[in-house]
């Protein structure tokens, strides 16, 4: 940015200030106001257009611009005002002072221009949220991602969701206002349960509910550093799967800390290794079961299968809520890294061939240690949800460093999906298991 250039930016903005400290409600409806002067404008001119077009006939030596003027006031004024009314009400106030500011922060292009703001409407789906419509200037989406806090600063929002438009030539930028953040507690409700069968609800965000279907995403890897929300959400997603009458494998090797007394009554829980195989490879005995009677009926999954029998199948989810630490090798000895070796081949097994059969994993992990889970598992669990991490962790939940740039650090149940969508999950606690 020249000198000159930085110089035009200061002046526009100490007027800019000046204003707002006059203006004082800054949601005053000034383009409505300004409309209804036109039309009062209008109807003044409309009056007054017979006594002018006497007048201008009365008064010899009139310029002939004048008296054109004089004679088809009603016409001059309707035209020249609607095209100003036209130019306001299609460009959005604000429009140089979201360039300038985006300017100052560096969102430019090789040239030193930064995006121009066309139009800011509410969006359809979701009233809460403004869009914002910029011609990018050729700055890809990429730049906008990585300047994301800073442009929340700039424009005073919180970015909900960023994407193209016409082509590459337009970037939106979906908005909430800054002070209107999600709220800290959400407490879950028993009448927030999907109806859907097999849809669990994880929480909100600003665009509405979060949920995931098991039918088309079969497993869920969650992530987040210690204290970040990851046993209540997954204890969340458990509750909602019991409800829904799936039968619920848990292997808990905290002692009991997570899952208390309720929870061993619901569910099949596994406090040790041997325990655990044991569990997998019931597991993986009731998937080959499934796969030849499903293969029998001609059914391509469970809900087909369900559809044509009298007696129902159940959907089966095995959970694990540190499962790095479970599967850690480090200082194992022989017969416990074979007995670690089969429960990675069973996990894997369930992971890639589950979906069909109604055979889930729901799996947690604090540990940014990415040869802990194998590839097998990682790239088989769709439905990624990270909370509070830090860079490393969020790109081995995520594959991208978007929890950790985007959950604050003190932020508890909020969390991001894999496709970027921030959500504070809902807060449940045992007594409405
Ligand atoms: N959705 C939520 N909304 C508000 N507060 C929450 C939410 N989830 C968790 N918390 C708070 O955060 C605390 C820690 O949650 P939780 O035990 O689920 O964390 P964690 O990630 O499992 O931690 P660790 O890795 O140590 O087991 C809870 O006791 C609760 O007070
Ligand atoms: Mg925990």
């Not at 929002?157 to 970037?171: D, H, N």
């Not at 079969?218 to 046993?231: A, C, D, E, R």
């Amino acid at each position: 940015m020249t000198q000159n250039e930085k110089f035009q930016i200061q002046r526009r903005n100490t007027l800019r200030n000046l204003w707002q400290k006059l203006s004082g409600t800054p949601d005053f409806p000034v383009k409505l106001v300004l409309a209804a002067l036109y039309l009062m404008g209008a109807a003044y001119v409309c009056v007054k257009q017979a006594a002018w077009r006497t007048l201008a006939g009365n008064i010899p030596l009139l310029s002939p611009l004048l008296k054109a003027a004089m004679e088809h006031a009603l016409t001059a004024y309707l035209l020249a005002g609607a095209a100003a009314l036209l130019a306001l009400l299609l460009y959005p106030f604000g429009r140089r002072a979201a360039k300038d500011q985006l300017q100052c922060i560096g969102l430019v292009n090789h040239a030193g221009v930064a995006p121009d703001l066309l139009r800011k409407r509410r969006d359809k789906d979701n009233p809460r949220v403004t869009v914002w419509e910029f011609r990018n200037q050729s700055i890809p989406l990429q730049e906008w991602e990585k300047k994301r806090l800073a442009i929340e600063t700039a424009l005073g929002i919180t970015i909900v969701k960023l994407t193209y438009a016409k082509g590459k030539s337009r970037v939106l930028v979906y908005a909430v206002p800054a002070g209107d953040d999600l709220p800290e507690v959400l407490k879950w409700k028993d009448s927030y349960l999907s109806l859907d069968s097999f849809v669990l609800v994880l929480g909100e965000s600003y665009t509405g509910p979060v949920t995931v279907n098991l039918t088309h995403i079969p497993h869920i890897l969650l992530g987040g550093s210690t204290g970040s929300g990851k046993s209540v959400l997954l204890k969340l997603l458990l509750m909602q799967a019991l409800r829904k009458g799936a039968e619920v494998y848990i292997a808990d090797f905290k002692g009991g800390v997570d899952f208390p007394k309720v929870w061993h009554e619901k569910c099949r829980m596994c406090f040790t290794e041997e325990d655990l195989c044991d569990t997998l490879d019931q597991l993986v005995a009731v998937l080959e079961y499934r796969k030849n009677a499903f293969k029998a009926l001609g059914c391509p999954n469970i809900d087909a299968y369900n559809e044509t029998t009298e007696q129902p199948l159940p959907r089966l989810i095995f959970a694990c809520d540190e499962v790095a630490e479970m599967l850690d090798k480090t200082g194992a000895d022989n017969e416990r890294k074979k007995l670690l070796a089969q429960i990675e081949n069973k996990l894997s097994t369930i992971a890639r061939q589950g979906r069909a059969f109604g055979i889930h994993l729901i799996l947690a992990t604090q540990r940014p240690d990415a040869m802990i889970i194998p590839g097998q598992i990682r790239n088989n669990m769709d439905f990624r949800v990270c909370g509070r991490a830090d860079s490393v962790l969020s790109q081995i939940i995520l594959d991208n460093t978007s929890a950790a740039e985007q959950i604050p650090k003190d932020a508890r149940g909020r969390f991001i999906t894999g496709d970027g969508t921030v959500f504070q999950g809902y807060l449940f606690d045992e007594g409405q298991l």
